[in-house]
Antibody
Framework: QITLKESGPTLVKPTQTLTLTCTFSGFSLSTSGVGVGWIRQPPGKALEWLALIYWNDDKRYSPSLKSRLTITKDTSKNQVVLTMTNMDPVDTATYYCAHSSAMVGRPFDYWGQGTLVTVSS | QSVLTQPPSASGTPGQRVTISCSGS????????VNWYQQLPGTAPKLLIY???QRPSGVPDRFSGSKSGTSASLAISGLQAEDEADYFC???????????FGGGTKLTVL
């Protein structure tokens, strides 16, 4: 059974750096084809993909946020960490991590419950 | 402004068939697979359709997906009250080298 859970601060100040951790179970990030992604959703708005890290440490970032994002993995701890620098109130959103399947098309087939991050002074 | 275009809303009465469109370009839908996600109110998204038209285990066969050219569609037949949710399409974009989502369609069951 695959589960993922996001953890991190619920409130950050503008200009601060956000660090979110995705702790997962039921799969290994050393398995060929597997990845973990981060997706966010501002209140009442659409999903926005942020970053992906694959089993082979290949990393992909949203072009519009690439300069602010870093994704890393700790395979031994079953964790993926996302950092986002220079936070702004427009970054207020629910942040999800999700398992990226090795199936064709690499869908996000398992999602965490999400964590709401508010950016405010 | 989302890369993939969906109608913001759709509606139907119980038992009806509704379709939700997702329009993209040659760099995303035109050359890659489309996945669909369902987001019930207050919950995380759930994979509904993958690989254009495949249903994960547990998804009723009332849900079906299709793709043609640079557009994709999600069809829901025998509409039920529990289908009221937001639906998002997604695909890999070769130009952006990343995943793109549609703006989402809010389905209301009247």
């Amino acid at each position: 059974q695959i589960t993922l859970k996001e953890s991190g601060p619920t409130l950050v100040k503008p200009t601060q750096t956000l660090t979110l951790t995705c702790t997962f179970s039921g799969f290994s990030l050393s398995t060929s084809g597997v990845g973990v992604g981060w997706i966010r959703q501002p209140p009442g708005k659409a999903l926005e993909w942020l970053a992906l890290i694959y089993w082979n440490d290949d990393k992909r970032y949203s072009p519009s946020l690439k300069s602010r994002l870093t994704i890393t993995k700790d395979t031994s701890k079953n964790q993926v960490v996302l950092t986002m620098t220079n936070m702004d109130p427009v970054d207020t959103a629910t942040y999800y991590c999700a398992h990226s399947s090795a199936m064709v098309g690499r869908p996000f087939d398992y999602w965490g419950q999400g964590t709401l991050v508010t950016v405010s002074s | 402004q989302s890369v993939l275009t969906q109608p913001p809303s759709a509606s139907g009465t119980p038992g009806q068939r509704v379709t939700i469109s997702c329009s993209g370009s040659t760099s995303n839908i035109g050359s890659n697979i489309v996945n669909w996600y369902q987001q019930l109110p207050g919950t995380a998204p759930k994979l509904l359709i993958y690989s254009n038209n495949q249903r994960p285990s547990g998804v009723p066969d009332r849900f079906s997906g299709s793709k043609s050219g640079t557009s994709a569609s999600l069809a829901i037949s025998g509409l039920q009250a529990e289908d009221e949710a937001d639906y998002f399409c997604a695909a890999w974009d070769d130009s952006l080298n990343g995943v793109v989502f549609g703006g989402g369609t809010k389905l209301t069951v009247l």
